[in-house]
Structure formats: structure tokens, C-alpha cells
């Protein structure tokens, strides 16, 4: 990256995209300082990162510094980020940085990219099986786990991308191929300062030369309408109009990208049920967008397999309880989707809520609660909740500096269950005030459940 060779080049956060920011600003010749407010973190690099300049704690940049890459977690009103704009330093994040990258090079690879509250994870990976299948040399990257400009440096062709609204807001510059917006609902609204901000970063997935959107979400709808992108695409659970993808007869079909061709049947789609199928269909239309062939649609889905904790059957116990582990269910919009698989659940709940509302979440679904176990910071909130719309709901709130948190959550939703009941954990929260991540969460229920029933 010509344009920064020389320069001072300030990365914030020392965690995985911090460590690749910092590599592929030293491959470009950037004078590089990499700061965090953990020394610890910081100090694990010196043997990655010769040439780097380690500093913790910094609250406004160093002199002479001519850009602030950031980690994705960190807010604009931060003390080092506000410093740099107030100083006329531009601050930008790794996926920004990829995409200037990239803007280098004489035959820069292809972005699709994929964001939405929910079900980002399973559209990436189904989008790099179908792409895959078409022989295609594509990664998932991005939010999924391996940073953007990783996978740039590689060499790969197509960019699979999944990003976050933290990495949208950071990334003004970003216009991939064709974007698509799944779904929107309140979600790190403390992050954003509310949900129009949040909206607006999710907006600028539709900013390329194809907009896809979910027909089904009128918030959606609103942002699909109003996109710059040169050709707008719909998808909905629905039969299909022209130009959009569907459902019809028990199968995706394609009136966008073709005249009116069936591609894969529902009953193949993984995870099964409303969510995966509108993820199929947002993969399949951004696959579609490229130009793969409805062979490889077809090949690429029924191929794929869900991530774990995602809806995930952990056992069922010998009075036919059943125990669904769905921790990747961070949101109130997810859990809702979560919830609406069951018809009488003991449901586990609670975490960080990170400023998202939890009222319509019961009131529409409270009719399916056999009882209720709350976990977590904001365990109170979902059970004043409860306590509006769901009075007769048996709820039981736990206290937090138990030992063994989930085990006792679990014992206790099985305590309230019945025969051919579902034990769902499906949080409605983020994990980390308890566990180190959704998937930590996702393994002490497993755990707890298996310990429970003996198996």
C-alpha cells in the first residue's frame, strides 16, 4: 500500500484485527504504534510484530500520526479515537484499510458482502459453499473470524464478507460487489447511541453495484429503497415477483437472477425453518449476483453445515425434555426467532442487553412459555418484562455469584419442564458478562445438560 509507506500509522487494539492491521501496515511500509489498554495483550505481540512500537494505555495519538486504524469494539467517543478526530486524524478500521488495499491492486478481488442483527454467520458460510461449489477461490472473512485484510494478503479471489455494524461505521469507503441486508432489529444500541445510527451503518452494505435486502422486514425494505446501488434485489420467505427470489412449492426459486428457476428444495436447507431458509436465500442471491451457476446453489447449500450453537440439539432426556442449545441468539430479534421453533418452552435467558428493548420479544411470545430461568447482568430487565406481560409465567431469577451458573440454570429449567417440553437456551443477550463468548456459553450449557441427565 503505496499511499502509506513512510507514514505514522497508529493501530488501535491489540486483539486479532489489531495484530493483522499492524502486519499488513508494516508490509507496507508504515511506521507503526500499536496501543491497548491491556498490557498484557500488548506484550503478547513483541515476538509477532518486530518493528512495532508497543504503548499501552495511549489516550490521544502520538505526534506526527497520519491515520488511526481501529479495532471494531471501540466507540467513536473513546478517549484516543475522540482525541484523533478532534485533531483532524482520520480514524478507520481494518476492513477500511482492506478495501484501500485492495483499491492497489491491478486486479482487486471481488467483495460480497453479507450484514443484518442475525443469521450474518450462517449466510457467509453458506455463501463460501456455493462458491466453492462453483470453483471458485473464496473465504469467509470479516466478522466471521478471519480479518478482511488476511484474507487479501493471501491472495484469495472472492471475499466472502461478513461485517458487523462496528466495522460498517468504521469502513466509509467500502462498495462491495453486491451487499445484503438480512434483517434489522435493536441491537448495540449503547454502542451506536440509537437504533437510527445503528441503521445507518448497516445501510452502507447496500452502497455496491447490487442491494439485496429481505423483502419480509419493513425496516429493510425502507434502507433497500432508498440504496445507491445500481440494481436493487428482494428476497422473501414468499412466492417470488419478478426480480426478486422466493419460495414456491417447497422450493428457492430465482426470478431476479433468471426467468423463474427453481435452484435447491426447503427440506435441504440447513439449519432448517424460517432463519436458515431467508440465509440461503441472501447467500444465493449474492452468489447469484457473481454469476454462479444454479448447479452450485444447489450443491453449495445441501452441502452446508450450521456452526455450532446455533439451535443445536444436546440431548433429550428420558421424559422426552429436550435440550436446544441456540447461545449464538445474542438479540431479543434472534431469540424471538429462537423461540417461535417450540411450542412449550422452559426458556433460559438474560446477559448484557446492550440497550435493546425486551417487551415485544414477551408479549408476542409469552403464550409459549412453560417457565422462565434468567442469567446475567440484565436479568432483572426480561423479568420485570415477564412480570408485565407474562404474569402467570413461573420465572425463576438467579443470582449471578452462583458457582456454577449455567448448571444451576439448567437444573432449575428442568425443574419447571414437562414431558415433550424444550429446554431452550437462547439468550436475548450478549455472554460476556459471564462467559468469555456466546460459544463459551453455548459449551457450559452443553455440559451442564449432559452432566444433568448423565450423559
Known sequence: MTKLAGTKVLVAGAGVTGRSAAEALLAAGAEVVVTDSSPERLMALESLLEGVALVPGLTEPPAGTSLVVTSPGWQPSSPLLAAAASAGIEVIGEVELAWRMASELA?????LAVTGTNGKTTTVGMLESILHAAGADAVACGNVGLPVVDALLAGRRVL?????????????????QAGALLNLAEDHLDWHGGMDAYARAKARILTGDVAIGWLDDDLVVDLLEDAPARDRVGFTLDEPSDGQLG???GWLV?????DDEPLVEVSKIRPAGPPGIADALAATALA?????PSEAVREGLEAFEPAAHRAVLVAVDATDIQYINDSKATNPHAAVASLRAFDSVVWIAGGL????SVDEMVRTEAHR????VLIGQDRQIIADALARHAPDVPVRVLDTGDDEPMTVAVRAAQELARPGDTVLLAPAAASMDMFTDYAHRGQAFTAAVQELIGR
Open 107 to 111: 486486479d482487486p478481488p471481488v467483495w
Open 160 to 176: 466472502a464478507v461478513e461485517l458487523s455494524s462496528f466495522q460498517l461505521h468504521w469502513a466509509p469507503s467500502v462498495r462491495p
Open 247 to 249: 419460495v414456491r412449492d
Open 254 to 258: 430465482d426470478r431476479a437472477f433468471a
Open 288 to 292: 447469484r449476483a457473481y454469476g454462479v
Open 353 to 356: 442487553l446492550k440497550g435493546a
Open 369 to 372: 412459555l412453560r417457565g422462565v
